[in-house]
């Protein structure tokens, strides 16, 4: 049986891993011309930990991870206004919590690809996909290369992210499916040691109104910036021709001067993306399937999008694994989605829910935020709290 992945993310990859060592002959496509570099600091807890120890990919990631001692939320001095302790979040999530950046977690999802037979797998880097053909038959894709090409094969599974070319093709225009959170978020790294040594071992917050950034110290002497703001701004019609860089500068300068010298530092095309979800009434068209953020994403106020994407992409493969004929794929397909969707249902609602909260909109609201924050070590108020970042995942 042959498998065409579009998209060699976190679950595209996981995804050709599973497949492959299941006998699948696997082809891979990304857009990019090599691993993305971009990406902000995950949490990563959920199911995604049981299935990543499950399939052999926990101990890469463990690897992986950073020490993180606490949350602290600063002002524009600098002086710490509330803190969450990390092992008591950790606690909320079940016991097993990694702080990862993102582009880790794809490195060790592709170096994990070592683990199967040589030849059942192939990734091609700078293959865009131009049209896909999909039936109850098989799929057939065309890409765009160079080298142009046309790939048939038994399955086609769209990993290729939020904005999916793959749902694109077969399912119909992203504006059916996008629910934005009235958000967006930037990430960059940037070399700047001073505040490394500054900040290590904690993630910093701004306590701010409307848009919050943060940093976290690396191995290195580099720092992991993180910036979210209100998308309503961009409807100012102040945005014009300014590149990402000249946004974020007019977005957050001001916050105090460790954000401006991130600021400063800032490369000119950053991570810059809306922050929402894709919701979709059916992930399957004929033999296509699509996986990951390519149908339900969380957006960052979940998660746990690494979580899900190596929990759904192990699935989908477990699933697939027996299959030995065309006939089996669509039952297969339709059970993976029956079982997975309320899965990633509630950890969508937990997004929605944290949306109300994330970037306060007033001065009350802020203060709520220290409150519940500071009241995280009562009785009763760690279990709510614990509810409302992790939702059902919570045993």
């Known amino acids: 049986m042959k498998a065409v992945i579009a998209g060699a993310g976190i679950a595209g990859l996981v995804a050709a891993r599973q497949l492959g060592l299941a006998g699948w002959d696997v082809e891979l496509l990304e857009k990019s011309v090599g691993p993305r570099p971009e990406g902000y600091m995950m949490d990563f807890f959920g199911p995604g930990v049981a299935a990543a120890e499950r399939i052999g990919l926990y101990s890469r990631l463990a690897a992986a991870a950073y020490r993180v001692g606490s949350v602290d939320y600063v002002d524009a001095a600098g002086r710490t206004t509330s803190r969450l302790d990390y ?3 950790a606690r909320f999530a079940g016991g097993k919590l990694l702080s990862l950046l993102r582009p880790d977690i794809e490195q060790a999802a592709l170096a994990a690809l070592d683990d199967v037979p040589s030849g059942w797998v192939k990734i091609r880097y700078g293959a865009a996909v131009s049209s896909v053909r999909s039936t109850d038959d098989g799929a057939c894709v065309s ?3 160079p080298p142009e090409a046309t790939v048939e094969a038994d399955l086609l599974i769209g990993a290729d992210g939020i904005h999916s070319d793959v749902r694109a093709q ?3 225009p992203e504006s059916e499916y996008l629910r934005p959170l009235a958000m967006r978020a930037a990430a960059f790294i ?3 040691p001073a505040l490394n040594a500054l ?3 904690r993630f910093i917050l701004t306590d701010t109104i409307d848009r919050m950034a943060g940093l976290y ?6 720092v992991a910036a ?3 703001y209100r998308a309503a701004s961009e409807a100012s019609g102040r945005r014009g021709n300014q590149s990402p860089r000249e946004r974020l500068r007019r977005e957050f300068t001001g916050l105090g001067p460790t954000t401006d010298r991130l600021l400063a530092l800032c490369p000119e095309y950053p991570y810059d993306d809306v922050v929402a979800q894709i919701v979709m009434p059916g992930w399957q068209k004929g033999r296509t399937v699509l996986l990951g953020d390519a149908c339900g994403a969380v957006s960052l106020l979940a998660g746990q999008g690494g979580s899900l ?3 759904g992409a192990a699935l989908l493969a477990d699933i697939l694994a027996p299959v030995t004929s065309g006939e089996e794929i669509i039952p297969a397909l339709a059970e993976f989605e029956r079982r997975w969707r309320p899965v990633v249902e509630e950890a969508q609602a937990a997004g929605r829910r944290a949306a109300s909260t994330f970037l306060p909109a007033n001065r009350a609201q802020r203060l709520l935020r220290r409150w519940i924050i500071r009241a995280t070590h009562l009785p009763g108020i760690e279990r709510l709290v614990a509810r409302r970042i992790v939702g059902r995942t919570l045993r």
């Open 170 to 172: 077969v399912f119909g």
């Open 143 to 145: 890409v765009a290369g």
């Open 199 to 201: 900040f290590r071992n």
């Open 309 to 311: 994407a190596i929990a």
């Open 226 to 228: 993180f910036l979210v």
């Open 87 to 89: 092992d008591q979040f």
């Open 217 to 222: 110290s690396l191995r290195s002497n580099e």
């Open 190 to 192: 940037v070399t700047e």
